[in-house]
């Protein structure tokens, strides 16, 4: 980070119906992001604010993407940051597909026509050892009050099936499941209403973050643990607190569709690096 200490760092402001990014662009310049960078830029009142960083660099595809959550830690993915940068890059290069890397795999992204953007976010892991569950059992019903759903999506989720989503008091509900001994590696937590065969009322407690208004991993694995209870197709419209995705479950991953948004432009200053490292 030195180079960008001594000339400031430039990022952008992103969001996929309210989930909220910082994106920095290494493509053409060393960064080195650290947990106390994150969580300096992460700061909402002495920072930038952020549900996730995200990081472009150069990769075996397009680019490679890496993840930050607010607390310092990282993330193997993030659908609507992978969205957003999709996008961004998509707009760039004047082309309708991209291949990217992140550390949950290869992911594919096509404009989706009316401004949306569609990634593919890979296949859902449905094994105990995929999401990581701490043991072996059956992901379909976790022996855990409410008998959730577990599913893997590059990171671990725990959905649980619920009457009224917006009931669910998820400020004590999510901490309580996010750090559950069943995930050794925390979990984010959904709570989903099914409100018809292809339509869903969901809300989430993000991994790292807290109340989030929506997250596109979380959205993926409501809609494989609804489909893979038999409550809808694998083609369902998930409405969260900030918005509006579709989500199709297709043979060859989980396809997420919805609107991004690239809000501003700025400069992180050499000052605010220096305090951050």
């Known amino acids: 980070m030195s180079d960008a200490q001594d000339t400031g760092l430039p990022f952008m402001k992103m969001h996929g119906l309210g989930n909220d990014f910082v994106v920095v662009d290494a493509r053409a310049r060393s960064v080195e992001v650290t947990s106390a960078l994150a969580m300096a830029i992460g700061d909402r009142h002495r920072g930038i604010g952020f549900d996730q960083l995200a990081v472009i660099r150069e990769g075996k595809g397009d680019a490679h993407l890496e993840f ?16 957003c940068i999709a996008r961004y890059l998509l707009d760039e290069t004047g082309r309708d597909s991209l291949h990217l890397t992140t550390a949950r795999g290869d992911l594919y992204a096509v404009d989706a026509g009316d401004g949306l953007t569609s990634v593919n976010m890979g296949a859902p892991f449905l094994d105990w050892q995929g999401v990581p569950l701490a ?33 669910i008091p998820l400020e004590t509900f999510g901490p309580r499941y996010e750090h559950h001994p069943l995930f050794p590696e925390r979990t984010n937590v959904q709570v989903a209403s099914v ?6 009322r969901m809300r989430v407690w993000e991994r790292g973050v807290g109340l989030t208004l929506a997250s596109g991993s979380s959205s993926c694995a409501v809609a494989v643990a609804a489909a893979r209870r038999g409550l809808t197709g694998r083609n369902v419209r998930i409405d969260l607190d900030g918005g509006t995705l579709r989500v199709e479950w297709r043979e060859d991953g989980v396809w997420m569709t919805g609107p ?9 200053t050499a000052d605010f690096l220096r305090a951050a490292s």
């Open 195 to 200: 409100i018809g065969p292809d339509h869903i």
């Open 68 to 83: 930050w959550n607010s607390d310092g830690t990282q993330a193997g993915a993030c659908g609507n940051a992978t969205r």
């Open 135 to 167: 043991e072996e059992m059956d992901t379909l019903e976790l022996p855990v009050e409410g008998g959730p759903v577990a599913t893997g999506m590059g990171n671990p989720h725990c959905t649980f099936f619920v009457e009224d989503a917006e009931a």
């Open 260 to 268: 991004t948004m690239h809000v501003c432009d700025g400069v992180l």
